[in-house]
C-alpha cells in the first residue's frame, strides 16, 4: 500500500507548524490527503499555511497555540476533534533552542527551554495518548535531535530535553506493550542531525558568534522521515548518514564522541560572525524565519569565503 493511501483522510496534528520542518510536513501530509490541523503562536503564518493547503485542493485548519500552555494543547485537541471527529496522529514538533556556555545563559531561558521542549511535548503526548487509548488506535511522533543521543556541547539545556525526548518516547513505547495496545497504538522518535531551516534564527544565542553547525542537512530529509513515520512508526528513527553515525560512534565510543562533537561545535561556533546577545523566538514570536528552510547554508558559505 502507498503513503498516499495510507495517510488519505487521516487526521494529523502538527504542533510548531509555522515554519521549519513542521510547516514543511504539514504541506506534503496535505498533498498527499490527510486532513491538517496545524499549530503555532504565529497566527498570520498559520492561516498563510492553512491558505496555500487549500489552494492545493488539501484541507487543513488552524489554531493558534503555545506548547508551554496546558490549556492551548487542550483547545488543540477540542478543535481537531470538533472539525475532524478523531485524531490519527500526533506529531509532537517543539523545539526551541539557546546557544552558549551554560553560564552564560540566563536562568529564565534555561527554564524556557524546559517549558517549551519538555513540557510541551509532556502536555502534547498526554493529551494524545488519551484520545488514542479510547480510539485504540493512533501515532504519537515526537520530534527529538541527534542530540537524543550525543550531548552536544553550547547546546546543553536543548540537548538534555531532546534527551527527555527520546527518554519518555521509549517509556511510552514500553508502557503500551505492557498495558495491551502495543499492536494498535504507535510512538516515533524523529532524531535528525542539524538541519537548514528558522530553528537558528529563532534559537537563543549567547555564544557570541551566529549560530552554525558542520554540513546542516536539507529540510526535505526531515519531512520525509516524518511522513514515514506517520505510516511507518519506530521508536528511534535517526535522520540521515550523519545522524545515523554519530548516534553509532557514540555508543561505541561515547567519551570519545563527547569530546569530538564539543570541539566541532565550538570550531563551527566561532567561523560565525560576531554578534549580540539575544532571546531569539523563545519569549515572543518573531518576524523573521517564516518558511521551511532557514538559508542556514547559504549564509555559511558566505561567512567561509569571507574567511579564505
Known amino acids: 500500500m502507498s503513503d498516499k493511501e495510507d495517510v488519505k483522510n487521516k487526521t494529523i496534528v502538527i504542533v510548531g507548524a509555522s515554519s521549519g520542518i513542521g510547516r514543511g510536513a504539514a504541506i506534503e501530509l496535505a498533498k498527499l490527503g490527510a486532513n491538517v490541523v496545524v499549530a503555532a503562536r504565529r497566527s498570520e503564518l498559520l492561516d498563510e499555511l492553512v491558505e496555500e493547503i487549500k489552494q492545493n485542493q488539501g484541507n487543513a485548519i488552524a489554531v493558534t497555540a503555545d506548547v508551554s500552555e496546558r490549556e492551548d494543547i487542550s483547545k488543540l485537541e477540542r478543535e481537531a476533534i470538533y472539525h475532524y471527529n478523531h485524531i490519527d496522529v500526533w506529531i509532537n514538533n517543539v523545539g ?3 546557544l552558549g556556555y ?3 545563559i540566563p536562568l529564565d531561558v534555561h527554564e524556557r527551554l524546559v517549558d517549551v521542549n519538555l513540557k510541551g511535548l509532556l502536555y502534547g503526548s498526554h493529551v494524545a495518548l488519551k484520545h488514542f487509548i479510547k480510539r485504540k488506535k493512533g501515532i504519537l511522533i515526537n520530534v527529538g535531535s541527534v542530540d537524543s543521543e550525543v550531548p552536544v556541547a553550547l ?3 536543548y540537548a538534555a530535553t531532546k534527551s527527555a525526548v527520546l527518554s519518555i518516547s521509549s517509556s511510552i513505547s514500553e508502557e503500551l506493550r505492557l498495558a495491551g495496545y502495543e499492536d494498535c ?3 516515533a522518535t524523529i532524531m535528525p542531525w542539524a538541519v537548514d531551516t528558522p530553528w537558528w534564527t529563532h534559537a537563543a544565542n549567547y555564544s557570541g558568534h551566529a549560530p552554525r553547525m558542520t554540513k546542516p542537512d536539507d ?3 526531515v519531512v520525509d522521515e516524518i511522513v514515514k513515520a506517520c505510516t511507518d512508526p519506530e521508536v528511534k528513527m535517526p ?3 550523519k545522524a545515523k553515525a554519530s548516534n553509532l560512534s557514540h555508543h561505541l565510543f561515547p567519551q570519545m564522541t563527547n569530546k569530538m562533537t564539543a570541539s566541532l561545535a565550538q570550531k563551527e561556533s566561532h ?3 560576531n554578534v ?3 532571546t531569539g523566538a523563545l519569549f515572543s514570536p518573531m518576524q523573521e524565519g517564516r518558511g521551511v528552510d532557514g538559508d542556514l547554508r547559504e549564509r555559511m558559505e558566505k561567512e567561509d569565503e569571507q574567511e579564505r
Do not use: R, S, Y
Open 219 to 221: 529540510a526535505k530529509l
Open 102 to 104: 551554560f553560564w552564560d
Open 96 to 98: 526551541v533552542g539557546a
Open 185 to 187: 497504538i504507535d510512538v
Open 276 to 278: 549580540a546577545d539575544t
Open 271 to 273: 567561523k560565525g560572525e
Open 239 to 241: 535522520v540521515g548518514g
Open 155 to 157: 547546546q546543553n539545556t
